[in-house]
C-alpha cells in the first residue's frame, strides 16, 4: 500500500514539516511512503472558467500535473496543515480549487482510483479546537468531493513551533497507529 503524506504549509523545516516528517516515519514500517509539501509545485489559482464542468480537464497545465499523479499513486493520503488565519494556507487552497476536474458535482468529472482513504492533522499556534476542527472540516469536505474516504484526523493546539510539535510526538504517533 502506498502512503502519501503531504505538508500543506509552505513552510519545509517548520511545525507542520515536523509532523508530516513523523507521520511519514511511523507509517513507512507498513506503507510506501513518499512525502511532498505543497510549496514543492508551482499551482495556479483556478480561474473559475468552468470548462472542466463541460471537458473534466483544466485549462492550465502547472505543477498541479505532476501533484495529482502523486495522488493517483497514493492509496493513503494525509494532509497535515497549519491554521492560516484560521483556515488552511493559501498554497493548499488553490491546489483544492484547482482539483474541481475532479469533483463529482458536475458531470462529466475526472476520477481518481477508487479506494483511496484520507487523514488529516491540522494544527495551531492558538488555543481552542474550533480553528482545528474548521481546517480538518475544509479538508474532510474536498476528501468527500474526490471519493476518498474520510478515515480520521487529529487536531493539535499550541503548537507554534517545530519545538513545540515535537512534545506532542506521543499523540502523533498514536494517531499514526490507526492509519
Ligand atoms: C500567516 C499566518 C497566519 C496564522 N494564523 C493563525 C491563526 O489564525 N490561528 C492560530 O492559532 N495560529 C495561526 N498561525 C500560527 C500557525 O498555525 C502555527 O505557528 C503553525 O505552527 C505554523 O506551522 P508552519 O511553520 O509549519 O507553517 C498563523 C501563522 C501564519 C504564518
Redo the contacts with the bound molecule.
Sequence with gaps: MNALVLNG?P?RS????WIAEETALHLQTRYSVRSACIDDYRIGFCRGCRACERTARCVQHDGMDELMAQLTWADVLVIVS?????DIPGQLKAFIDRCTPWCDTHQPHASLPGGKRGYTVA????SGMG?CRRIIETIEHFYGHMHIACSGSLGLCA???RDAAMVRREEIDRFCSEI
Design positions: 504549509s513552510v517548520g511545525a507542520t514539516a497549519p491554521s492560516y488565519w484560521a494544527l495551531r499556534a492558538g480553528e503548537v507554534g513551533s
